[in-house]
């Protein structure tokens, strides 16, 4: 059974720094490409990031380039998601996710298992 499990959310300050980790169990990942999304209160489920199987691709919505990184560690099964300079608008629950082979990098729907999401609160 799949299972991804984010962890490393909490609150910051403005302009602070976290690090999300999304670990992968239950079959090797290093094949999937994977991606970070991000559900604030009373908003659609929206797209953070992605990263291809190998890592040489990754993809970053406008509103978090030059600012988020995403990364992998296939031999540790795990996903990560370097967030710098953050913003009060970027207060949500991060979720990491498996794309669905052949499908896009930006849709929700395009990706398959998902974990149970870390919060992320930015306090002004």
């Known amino acids: 059974q799949v299972q991804l499990v984010e962890s490393g959310g909490g609150l910051v300050q403005a302009g602070g720094s976290l690090r999300l980790s999304c670990a992968a169990s239950?079959?090797?990942?290093?094949?999937?490409?994977m991606g970070w999304f991000r559900q604030a209160p009373g908003k659609e489920r929206e797209f953070v990031a992605a990263?291809?199987?190998?890592?040489?691709?990754?993809y970053h919505a406008d509103s978090v380039k030059g600012r988020f990184t995403i990364s992998r560690d296939n031999a540790k099964n795990t996903v990560y998601l370097q967030m710098n300079s953050l913003k009060p608008e970027d207060t949500a629950i991060y979720y990491c996710?498996?794309?669905?082979?052949?499908?896009?990098?930006?849709?929700?729907?395009?990706?398959?298992?998902w974990g149970q999401g870390t919060q992320v609160t930015v306090s002004s």
């Open positions: 990263i291809s199987w190998s890592g040489r691709n990754t």
């Open positions: 996710a498996v794309r669905n082979s052949g499908a896009s990098y930006y849709t929700p729907g395009d990706f398959g298992s």
């Open positions: 239950g079959r090797t990942f290093s094949r999937d490409a």
